[in-house]
């Protein structure tokens, strides 16, 4: 599939992104990119996913499932949206609170897929992407079923 | 401390409250419930709970587990969490229990599993750090 098919496909199931997903649509996120290989989704601030009373700061549950899912849409669209990828682990690094009162945006991009495979590294930041919240790395596996190996990971002539 | 009292300290975080998680205390020996809801779906062609959800219920069940053992007055903050997904969740009750493995001035180390059916296949693992000691910066 060439790049301008991807992204014509992309754009036909960008709204499913995030409505397929009863969680993603009640955390409120957004989809703003979903390109190949590259998602960024945001949740705008809201009161009621405040973690800690004390300070109106998201909790880590909504980070959690907002780079998880920017992740995972990376991952999907890293590997031609065929599949759902199922995700293996993610670690987060909090490098700061989020500001109150200021959307969380998650930025996603994956590194290398594989047949079995896919990286991803993402950041989440209040508004400054050079100024993050948290990174986190993630890794997810492509479904036994998935249809095709993505074309510009397929190895010369021989099997991965 | 009771699972009342627990549930109270817990439910101050509107994330907390409204994601519908509750303590289950006996003694010392805390468990986390999440009852099963609709909107803790990810996936609906699975289905499956939302990975998010996961984290944040073995996150959540991490700074119970800290309020109950550290007599914490504020709410530990997350330095950084690392998440295996073991298996899919499936759309039912889910439990986590955390184990504070070591416990200094300013940080503690947790360890954290949670499952579904029956412990012995877990469902998911967190391991983090929290920040318990805050008198210095806000």
Redesign the interface.
């Known amino acids: 599939m060439s790049d301008d098919d991807l992204q014509k496909k992309l754009d036909e199931i960008r709204d499913l992104v995030v409505d397929?997903?009863?969680?993603?649509?009640?955390?409120g996120m957004r989809v703003q990119r979903f390109e190949p290989g590259f998602c960024i989704i945001e949740v705008p601030y809201d009161?009621?996913?405040?973690?800690?009373?004390?300070?109106g700061v998201?909790?880590?549950?909504?980070a959690?499932?907002?780079?998880?899912?920017a992740s995972?849409m990376a991952a999907a669209s890293g590997m031609n949206a065929e599949a759902?990828p199922?995700?293996?682990?993610?670690?987060?690094?909090?490098f700061r609170?989020a500001k109150p009162g200021e959307a969380l945006v998650a930025e996603a991009r994956c590194l290398k897929t594989t047949r079995h495979v896919a990286f991803v590294t993402a950041i989440a930041h209040d508004g400054d992407p050079d100024d993050p919240v948290a990174t986190a790395q993630s890794s997810f596996m492509i479904p036994a079923n998935a249809p095709t190996t993505p074309e510009h990971d397929k190895p010369e002539g021989g099997s991965q | 401390m009771t699972s009342e009292e627990l549930d109270a300290i817990l439910a101050r975080s509107p994330y907390v409250a409204r994601l519908g998680a509750k303590a289950s205390l006996h003694g010392d020996e805390l468990t986390l419930v999440l009852p099963f809801r609709d909107d803790h779906i990810g996936n609906p062609m699975l289905p499956a709970i939302h990975g998010g959800v996961l984290g944040a219920v073995m996150e959540i069940a991490a700074t119970a587990q800290l309020f109950v053992q550290l007599g914490l007055k504020r709410f530990p903050r997350p330095i950084d969490v690392s998440v295996d997904y073991l298996r899919s969740a499936k759309p039912r009750d889910l439990f986590a229990r955390a184990i504070i493995a070591r416990k200094g001035r300013r940080v503690a180390n947790v360890r954290v599993e949670a499952w579904q059916e029956t412990r012995d296949e877990l469902t998911a693992t967190l391991h983090g750090h929290f920040l318990i000691a805050r008198e210095d910066r806000s």
Do not use: E, K, M, Q
């Open positions: 397929f997903s009863p969680h993603a649509a009640a955390l009161p009621t996913l405040v973690g800690d009373p004390d300070t998201f909790h880590g549950g909504v959690s499932a907002l780079l998880d899912h995972g759902s199922a995700t293996l682990d993610l670690r987060i690094n909090y609170a």
